[in-house]
């Protein structure tokens, strides 16, 4: 069964950088979709990268486009998000997950994903 560990969050300030990494064991990533979600109180998780499991094609949400870089390393078995710029509006908690279906991608929906890993907690101060 796939488990997913999460690490990486923190507190930063506006402008910042960090960087979220996710640890899977059970299975092997290399043949799994993966993505990143966002959760803040009162809204729903909102999908910020999702990733095709070659990377052939990925989707960012339009509030992290061209901050944010979604990425797998199939030898370590780790998904990571790379997240520059960051702006007070990223704060919340991040989740990342996985999926045997490529074809979830295209709509990066938290509903979709079947394996999660347990939320960090990023705080962008401004």
């Known amino acids: 069964q796939l488990q997913l560990a999460v690490s990486g969050g923190g507190l930063v300030q506006s402008g910042g950088s960090l960087r979220l990494s996710c640890v899977a064991s059970?299975?092997?990533?290399?043949?799994?979709?993966i993505g990143w979600f966002r959760e803040v109180p009162g809204k729903e998780r909102e999908g910020i990268a999702c990733?095709?499991?070659?990377?052939?094609?990925?989707k960012y949400g339009d509030s992290v486009k061209g901050r944010f870089t979604i990425s797998k390393d199939n030898s370590a078995n780790t998904i990571s998000l790379q997240m520059t710029s960051l702006k007070p509006e990223d704060t919340g908690v991040y989740y990342c997950?996985?999926?045997?279906?490529?074809?979830?991608?295209?709509?990066?929906?938290?509903?979709?994903?079947?394996?999660w890993g347990q939320g960090t907690q990023v705080t962008v101060s401004s």
């Open positions: 059970g299975v092997k990533l290399e043949h799994y979709s």
């Open positions: 990733r095709t499991s070659s990377g052939d094609f990925t």
């Open positions: 997950a996985a999926d045997p279906w490529n074809s979830i991608v295209r709509n990066c929906r938290a509903e979709d994903y079947q394996s």
